[in-house]
Nanobody, 115 residues
Framework: QVQLVESGGGLVQFGGSLRLSCAAS????????MGWYRQAPGKERELVAV???????NYADSVKGRFTISRDNAKNMVYLQMSTLKPEDTAVYYC?????????WGQGTQVTVSS
C-alpha cells in the first residue's frame, strides 16, 4: 500500500514562496491522478491542485497562476510550488489521490503566511 508523507511547510511572509513535497513509500505510477488539498481552521478541506500521470493539471481558482503541481513518478514524489503567498493560503496541506482515499491521508504540513 502507498503511504504518503508531506513536508516543506513553514512560516513565510506575505508574497513569499514555499515548495511542498509529498514522498510516497510505494509507486505512484499506478495512481492516475494525484492532488494537493488544504484545510484551514474551522473550514472544509478543499482541493487545491490535481495532476494526471500524463502531466495535465487543474487548479482551484484561488491559487491559479500562483501554485504549480508536479510529479516525478521515477522518484515517487509529488510537489507543490507555491508563490506570491497570501494570508488566506494559511492551512494544513495534504497530498492524496484524486478522488482521495481514506488510508492515503498523512499528517499534512502546516503553511502559515503572515501579513
Amino acid at each position: 500500500q502507498v503511504q504518503l508523507v508531506e513536508s516543506g511547510g513553514g512560516l513565510v511572509q506575505f508574497g513569499g514562496s514555499l515548495r511542498l513535497s509529498c514522498a510516497a513509500s510505494g509507486s505512484i505510477f499506478s495512481i492516475g491522478r494525484m492532488g494537493w488539498y488544504r484545510q484551514a481552521p474551522g473550514k472544509e478541506r478543499e482541493l487545491v491542485a490535481v495532476i494526471t500521470n500524463d502531466g495535465a493539471t487543474n487548479y482551484a481558482d484561488s491559487v491559479k497562476g500562483r501554485f504549480t503541481i508536479s510529479r516525478d513518478n521515477a522518484k515517487n514524489m509529488v510537489y507543490l510550488q507555491m508563490s506570491t503567498l497570501k494570508p488566506e493560503d494559511t492551512a494544513v496541506y495534504y497530498c492524496n489521490s484524486y478522488p482521495s482515499l481514506h488510508n492515503y491521508w498523512g499528517q499534512g504540513t502546516q503553511v502559515t503566511v503572515s501579513s
